[in-house]
């Protein structure tokens, strides 16, 4: 079993920064990638990042490129999702998530987190 616990969201004017952390158990996840996924009210979840938990390897999403960084503590198992000079449409419920594999679509995902509120405001 596989349980991942989200935290750090909140409120943040536009430009501002938030880290996002992700700490997983139950389970060793060398083999795993740690997705961040969001969803705003009426749209799709859509993928943000997500990192290769053995390698480090890193890739994201065109609309957070430069702004987000997504990073991993192997010894404390948390993934962490540093975002700088957010926007309102950054506002959404973020999630962290876990994939036998590397992949960008939620469907490939097999655990969830419950998620962290992010909210930017004009």
């Known amino acids: 079993q596989v349980q991942l616990v989200e935290s750090g969201g909140g409120l943040v004017q536009t430009g501002g920064s938030l880290r996002l952390s992700c700490a997983a158990s139950g389970r060793t996840f060398s083999s795993y990638a740690i997705g961040w996924f969001r969803q705003a009210p009426g749209l799709e979840r859509e993928f943000v990042a997500r990192i290769s938990w053995y390698s480090g390897t890193s890739y994201y999403a065109d609309s957070v490129k430069g702004r987000f960084t997504i990073s991993r503590d192997n010894t404390k198992k948390i993934v962490y999702l540093q975002m700088n000079s957010l926007k309102p449409e950054d506002t959404a419920v973020y999630y962290c998530?876990?994939?036998?594999?590397?992949?960008?679509?939620?469907?490939?995902?097999?655990?969830w987190g419950q998620g962290t509120q992010v909210t930017v405001s004009s």
């Open positions: 998530a876990a994939t036998p594999g590397l992949n960008s679509t939620p469907g490939a995902y097999n655990y």
